[in-house]
Structure formats: structure tokens, C-alpha cells
């Protein structure tokens, strides 16, 4: 089968389904935005200068008709775009079929709210689309109120690799408490309120260590904050690495934590819950499927940094016990419904039942 995605090259989700979907011994091609290549697969760069994260990228409006020439000259038997606005704006116009999208986040729960414009423009991609994915089932419903036909729109999570995340090599050290954040230095992701509470816990907690897996334009104004707070001895910045690294920090990691404003499903979350690590995470959507008050975690206000520092500290005082409970209930939920070759087998299905109706 020849699939063609239509995604950011540089983006963790693009590079799992690309090589996960080349290793079966598809034809994978890529269409990106940024540059970049995968090994194994076909990479198709157009540049309409530079991406941003924060969005506004209008510009890539002007590139449709490249984009267009290029799905016409490799004609998949699937189209498939990551994202609703930039990429499944110009992938509807495309006007290819079979055409996918999967929404990641905040394409639809934030984009849309933002300007009218935005709105139609997600609105026009997905009425287009032959099948939505949504990461979880309130991005689902949020799609639908969209006006969307609810015959077409799937939840579809992710899913973790768990060959990589699990707890089988777990050594939490003894003479230190380990707290891990895997979010990028974005707004949307607010760590901020981990700071925040990290500088409040800190006298109860002389042994505290806080990692910092990630990238983002905010990174100088944490690292301030940081240093203004104090902390500088107690917080380590890791930047981007591995999927095996990330793992590897997670299961010397006592508590993990994410504080983000807005989320698809927390892949992230799903990561370290796969380590064994209990978890802190905000009271969204996206984390109320994955997360049993007082048994692998605790819920969190979004802007509530003194009951985030209560939490964090009661954890640290009931870390056996959270611990025990905590591995029991994640295995069971990853299992159930968060491992990634079996929630790609269903991807495998959905393309090939529509490459056949092409």
C-alpha cells in the first residue's frame, strides 16, 4: 500500500507513524512543512518559511497547489493529514480521496475558538475528509458540534510503545525524590505552575530533584524563574532526546507531572504511567480517563499551585503505597487501552477499507 502523510516532519507523532507504517512494508511518502527526513521514507519538503507553533501560519495557503502536484504525481491510495489546520486545510484542498485527518489537540479545541476564520477553515478540512481521527472521545464530540457527520469522526489514542515504556528495568533512587515533566516549554503546557509549586515544596523536600524533558520558546523565561526562585540545584533542563532516554529518565522518576492548559489525549501521561510512575496531572478532559484520585494519581485545578504543592507532598510522604497502587492500575489501563501496535493494527484496517472503495 502506498500511504501519504501530510505532517510535521520534525514532530515526534509524524516520525512513529511514518517508520511504524515503512517497517510493515508500505510505501510511506511524506509531505512537510518542515525539513527533514525519516529514513525509509519518501520525503516531499515545500517551503513556505518558517512554522510556528503558536500558529498563524496562513501562508501555507499559497503552497496548495504544490501540495496538490505532488499527491497527484505519487497518487497514494491514502492521504493522510496530521493536524486540521495547516496540514488538513491543504490536504482538503488537495482534493484528493481517500483523504484522513487526525486531530492532535489544540486544531480543534483551540484554533477554532480563536477567530471565526479559524473556525471555518477547520470546519471546510473536516467536512472534506473521508474519515477524522480524535485522540479522545471529548475531541470527538467537540468535532461533531462542529456540524461534522458523527458516522465518520473515530476516537483513535495512540497509543505508547511498550517495548519501551514499562517498568521492567524501574529504580526509583533511594536517597532522592525524582520529579519528571516530558511537556515542551509552550504556553499551552504551563510550567510555570510546576515551578511554582516545586518553590513551595522545596524546604519539605531537601532531596528534591525536578527534570525538564523538552523544548520551547519559553525556555529563557523558565530558566529565570528558575533561577529568581531559587532552584537552579534542584532543576535540571534535559532538552529534546530519545524515546529510549525519555524511558530511561521515567523509571528513575518517583513522580511525574503535566500541567497543561489543553490536551488531544497526554501521550505523554500515557508514557510515564507505562513507567510505573505515579502521577500529578490537570483537571482535563484529556487526563480524567487516565487518572484514579488517590490510586496511580491525582487531578489538578489548571492555576492552583498550592493544592498542585499539597499533592506533590503526598506523594512524598505515601510513595510506597501510591507506588504499589499505581503500577497495578497502569498496567491494566495501558493494556486496555493505550498500547500502540494494537491500536495501530485498527489504523492498518481503516486503510486498506478505503483504499479499496478508491
Not at 53 to 67: C, D, L, R
Request: aromatic letters at 8%.
Amino acid at each position: 500500500m502506498r500511504i501519504c502523510y501530510l505532517a510535521d516532519a520534525d514532530s515526534i507523532h509524524t516520525k512513529r507513524w511514518c517508520i511504524h507504517f515503512a517497517s510493515l512494508g508500505h510505501e510511506v511518502h511524506l509531505i512537510s512543512f518542515k525539513k527533514g527526513g525519516i529514513e525509509g521514507v519518501h520525503f516531499h519538503f515545500v517551503d513556505t518559511g518558517n512554522i510556528s507553533v503558536k500558529g498563524g501560519n496562513w501562508k501555507v495557503m499559497f503552497k496548495a497547489n504544490k501540495v496538490k502536484s505532488l499527491v497527484r504525481e505519487i497518487n497514494p491510495d491514502v492521504l493522510h493529514a496530521m493536524y486540521a489546520t495547516s496540514y488538513g486545510v491543504v490536504g482538503a484542498l488537495s482534493g484528493f480521496h481517500p483523504y484522513i485527518i487526525t486531530a492532535l489537540g489544540s486544531d480543534v479545541l483551540i484554533s477554532p475558538q480563536q477567530s471565526i476564520l479559524y473556525r471555518l477553515l477547520v470546519k471546510f478540512a473536516l467536512k472534506r475528509a473521508d474519515l477524522v481521527t480524535a485522540m479522545a472521545e471529548h475531541m470527538r464530540e467537540i468535532i461533531i458540534a462542529m456540524g461534522i457527520n458523527p458516522g465518520k469522526v473515530n476516537t483513535l489514542v495512540f497509543g505508547i510503545d511498550t517495548a519501551i515504556f514499562n517498568h521492567t528495568k524501574r529504580v526509583p533512587p533511594a536517597n532522592k525524590f525524582v520529579i519528571t515533566s516530558t511537556r515542551n516549554f509552550e504556553s499551552v503546557y504551563n510550567l510555570q505552575l510546576l515551578i511554582k509549586a516545586v518553590q513551595l515544596v522545596s524546604k519539605e523536600i531537601p532531596n528534591l530533584e525536578v527534570n525538564l524533558i523538552g523544548a520551547g520558546s519559553q525556555r529563557e523565561e523558565l530558566e529565570k524563574m528558575i533561577a529568581d526562585y531559587k532552584l537552579v540545584k534542584s532543576v535540571k533542563f534535559f532538552g529534546k532526546v530519545s524515546q529510549t532516554e525519555i524511558a530511561d529518565t521515567l523509571n528513575k522518576t518517583h513522580l511525574f507531572t503535566s500541567t497543561s492548559l489543553s490536551d488531544g489525549n497526554n501521550i505523554s501521561l500515557n508514557e510515564a504511567m507505562a513507567c510505573g510512575t505515579v502521577s500529578l496531572a490537570t483537571d482535563i478532559p484529556a487526563n480524567r480517563q487516565w487518572i484514579k484520585e488517590g490510586v496511580n494519581g491525582f487531578l489538578v485545578p489548571l492555576h492552583d499551585e498550592k493544592y498542585l504543592a499539597d499533592k506533590i507532598l503526598y506523594v512524598y510522604r505515601n510513595y510506597t503505597q501510591m507506588q504499589k497502587s499505581s503500577i497495578e492500575f497502569n498496567d491494566k489501563i495501558i493494556e486496555e487501552k493505550a498500547t500502540w501496535v494494537k491500536n495501530m493494527v485498527i489504523v492498518e484496517n481503516i486503510y486498506t477499507q478505503l483504499s479499496v472503495k478508491k
